[in-house]
């Protein structure tokens, strides 16, 4: 094979591993056996270790880094991250709906989502590539932990997006994977982590990546940083566009026209709660227009368009 055959192929090589990694990870609907898609990815690590010229960093192949961190680079987020104020209870809930009736009128309407419990971050990509993922720190400086997010593999390295976008999420570990982790470290006569949030951020936060990667973190991406600038004009639009660019949403969101809507939404979640591989903290509730987000604004913490409601703590049984 000479170099621009071996150039078409390593093409083909990169889009046929994505689309498996796409189907697999953001679908859950893996399309090749593991075998296959093995056999490709060795097939492409030959072919970047014979024309090195041919090996670039969005490659599949590069998703677990190689070198150990002594520490993590600061990062500064061109757009602060959002707190959500807190609901906890069917009166907080019907307090936040008078405070938006109040100021945007009766035509509006919610969208109710999942509170995924792990560490919010913040990916960044250029020109379609992801060139940075960050903690959510303070809102304002997090740390760089890039090299950790590459090895989850329902982030995309690439998406056909040309311009720069900021996308938010959580990452979190299925309970399953923190059951198994935790097993693990009590053979081996370690510390347990207390609950999966705590095991995400303690594996995002290795300075290994080679660790982070045997972790089996997951996430799930819920909004851009300036999604007006990508001509979307509600949170419900935008979370439409981030599935067609390829990124993992979680698909139990909901639009309610009303408080009663949240409200059986909130009920139904707080039911199926034990039965998601997931933890969740509580329901998060937003303005869907955006136009509507803007006039209600935000206070200097957290926006008036959105709410959290907060499961009760569960109880301990000691
Ligand atoms: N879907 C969402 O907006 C969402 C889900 N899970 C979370 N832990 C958070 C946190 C903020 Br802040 S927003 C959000």
């Not at 609950?195 to 660790?211: E, V």
């Not at 227009?289 to 049984?317: C, H, M, N």
Request: charged residues 30%; contains cysteine; aromatic residues 8%.
């Amino acid at each position: 094979m000479d170099f621009e055959q071996a150039k078409t192929r390593v093409q083909e090589l990169h889009e046929l591993l994505n689309q498996y990694n796409y189907d697999y990870h953001v679908l859950d609907q893996p399309s090749v056996p593991d075998a296959e898609y093995d056999q490709r990815l060795h097939e492409l690590i030959k072919l970047e270790q014979e024309y090195p010229e041919l090996l670039v960093a969005h490659s599949p192949t590069q998703r677990v880094g190689g070198q150990i961190l002594d520490a993590f680079e600061k990062v500064e987020h061109r757009t602060p991250m959002l707190s959500l104020g807190n609901a906890f209870n069917e009166e907080d809930l019907r307090d936040f709906d008078r405070r938006v009736r109040q100021a945007v009128g009766d035509r509006f309407s919610y969208v109710c989502e999942l509170k995924i419990d792990g560490l919010a971050i913040s990916l960044r990509y250029e020109n379609g590539y992801f060139v940075q993922g960050a903690t959510r720190g303070d809102g304002t400086i997090g740390e760089d932990i890039t090299a950790n997010l590459k090895t989850i593999r329902s982030i995309p390295l690439h998406i056909s997006d040309e311009h720069t976008l900021e996308v938010r999420g959580e990452a979190y570990m299925p309970k399953k994977s923190f059951e198994k982790l935790n097993k693990v470290k009590e053979e081996n006569g370690e510390m347990l982590f207390a609950n999966p949030r705590n095991a995400a951020a303690g594996s995002l936060r290795q300075l290994d990546p080679k660790i982070a990667a045997k972790r089996s973190l997951d996430i799930f991406l819920y909004a851009m940083a300036d999604a007006g600038k990508t001509g979307v004009r509600s949170h419900s639009e935008g979370l439409d566009l981030l599935d067609q660019l390829g990124f993992k949403t979680n698909q139990n969101r909901r639009k309610c026209a009303t408080i009663e809507e949240v409200l059986a939404y909130v009920e139904e979640w707080s039911a199926k709660r034990p039965d998601l591989a997931y933890e969740i903290d509580g329901i998060v509730i937003k303005v869907d227009s955006f136009d509507q987000q803007d006039e209600l604004g935000t206070t200097a913490k957290s926006p008036r368009w959105a709410i959290a409601y907060k499961f009760p703590a569960e109880e301990v049984v000691t």
